[in-house]
């Protein structure tokens, strides 16, 4: 008699290998992302536009310095990671009144340095991009890595199941502002 069998038991001991060090491959994504934050806020400042494309409104009184670039460029080179773990991540300017010129006051021209409330596509793509290199890293074996550029430890059994860039996906639709109440 023929028979085809299925072993549940390989599959979930495959898992089991597979995540061990799941949070460190969420911690090394989320490091990235928030890295490749940090470089699109810091490009804001370059180009003087915010996160959509708008132009920032130019100085009131032009001092030969590039817009939010006061005496010091605190705003401006104050921008860095406050967590970064398996859960997530976030990233804060080290002045309060960084909120001010995001969100604009009744005397004070609003000048956007990081998304409010719909994440730009150049935005979602970045840091999908950032978090699938970092993923990638974490599931490829490293002879493999060096020797040919590619392969997965994912087992063929879960490739059709597990997918790096939905994950990757999955965490840039989570990315929102924090804190300001902005929108």
Not at 71 to 91: A, E, P
Not at 167 to 174: F, G, H, L, P, Q
């Amino acid at each position: 008699m023929l028979k085809i069998e299925g072993d549940g038991a390989k599959v979930v001991a495959e898992w089991r290998k597979l995540f061990d060090d799941g949070d460190d491959a969420l911690k090394l994504a989320s490091r990235a992302m928030a890295e490749e934050m940090l470089g699109l806020t810091v490009e804001r400042f370059r180009i003087e536009s915010d996160p959509y494309g708008r132009r920032w409104k130019p100085k009131q009184r032009p001092d030969g310095r590039k817009t939010l670039s006061g005496k010091t460029s605190r705003l401006k080179n104050g921008w860095h990671i406050v967590r970064c773990d398996g859960s997530g991540w976030m990233i804060a300017p080290s002045v309060g009144y960084a909120v001010f010129h995001q969100d604009g006051t009744r005397r004070m021209v609003r000048r956007m340095m990081v998304p409010n409330a719909a994440m730009p596509r150049a935005y979602q793509k970045a840091l999908q991009e950032a978090a699938v290199d970092a993923l990638k890293v974490s599931f490829t074996p490293t002879k493999q890595r060096s020797a040919t550029g590619g392969g997965s430890l994912i087992p063929q059994s879960l490739s059709r199941r597990f997918s790096i860039r939905a994950i990757a996906r999955r965490m840039v639709s989570a990315v929102r502002q924090a804190g300001s109440g902005g929108g």
